[in-house]
């Protein structure tokens, strides 16, 4: 700033008022031809004891101190149409402690103050008005829903970013429920994945089993939902999130796992309006995100026709609560569709078992029937209380055994008396997974484990 434009500035008369001054990202996006979206930045500058705004201006990039001195020398000689008469305040307050630092020497040239503020309430609300003047439909921020905290957001970010990551959708179903109950005392809501269609990816919430079934089971998509609630997480990009959440990623840095993975948290009322879910609902909906994938897992590693009631700790923002899970619901389906769940789940888990292990159909077929055979196997081991870190061993030595039994004898009939010829595919094996000794005693130890059940199943030894 030069000294000249300072002395013009300080000729002016001086109020005792104190201005708010800030430089945000803009509530709009810019979408130019053939690149990337991005928001500007705004400045803005207010009189609140005038209940006006000064000036406000739109930059591409972020501004450099020198751009906003003036600007506030600008918002003092020349304010915008009816925000008031040309004048200098005692002092101007603003939110960036870094720029603050920088214009201190600047601003006191003119003569006026220059302090960092926390907060800036009359200006907060003069972004959020011209923000709903840009998008009326605009959802407000999750720290705006009363009862939602800080550490509650924080919590329900971070959960989504590792829902995100683990993508339960690739190996779950859209149309296969779960029963929640959180509390465990609490009443019972009904929990899907949404993906494994490749449309909308995240989580769903149904206050009623007979609703979401309903909903699963409706031919016309635009009346599914008619007079049915839902609380959602929808994954979107950073430009479906309404700008007061992308603020607060930036400010407080809330977790997000990739350019798809921003969590939009919404309640879908009976007549089809969107909205924000209450403070409760939202503390289920991060719970739920949770939890989720770590059952879906469980499950399709395990014993998919079994009924499983898990119940699960959540952090300490839960205040303590814990979440229990069922699968299949306890108020569940009708007994035929409870076994076809149970089969869709099973198919779903042997074909990403053996995924690897075949070229074509007649060593698919062969890959099925070794895979469905070692299945068995680890859900026989699952029942007999091994560990998980044992039980995760077993499993990755099952698949070399699978692996490596199919690119050895990739068609023709499956005998599990192959089994009882072993340890075999050493070499496989070291390929896989190293070869320390521990790995190679937990790989021998599958196998004798694997020859005594194929005994016990009543196979006997092949013949010389």
Known sequence: MSDRLAAQVRRLEQTQSVWQASVRLAPSWVVPKGKPAYRPFLALVVDPDADKVRITHIFEQRPTPEEVASLLAKAMRR????????????????????????????LAKMGVACVYRASLPYLDDAVRSFAAYLDEDALPGLLSVPGVSRPLAEELFAAVAEFHRKAPWAQWPNDLAFEVCYPPEGKPCYAIVMGSGGDSFGLSVYESLQELIRVLTATDEETAHAGIACTSIVLVEARALPF???DAIAKYGWEVDGDEGYPLVVKLAGDGTF?????????????????????VDRLVRGRPADQVELTCPLPPVHGGKQLVVYYPPKRAYEEDE????AKH????????FIEDWYW????????RAVGSFLMGFLFDLAGQGLSPETMEKHQRNCWVIGSAECDHNPGGE????????GPRYMGAFVREAGSSKSALASYRATWNKLARYVRDLGFEEPKA
């Open 244 to 246: 007061e959440d992308l």
């Open 79 to 106: 304010p915008s149409l009816g925000a008031g008469r040309r004048c200098r305040p005692a002092c101007i307050g603003l939110d960036d402690n870094d720029l603050v630092t920088a214009l201190q020497p600047m």
């Open 345 to 352: 789940v099973a198919e779903i888990a042997l074909e990403s």
């Open 338 to 341: 409870l076994l076809k769940a």
């Open 414 to 421: 499956f005998s599990p008396t192959v089994f009882l010829e």
């Open 275 to 295: 909205g924000r879910p209450n403070a409760d609902e939202i503390a289920r909906l991060a719970a739920v995100a949770r939890v989720l994938p770590t059952i």
């Open 360 to 367: 074509d159909e007649a060593s698919h077929t062969y890959a």
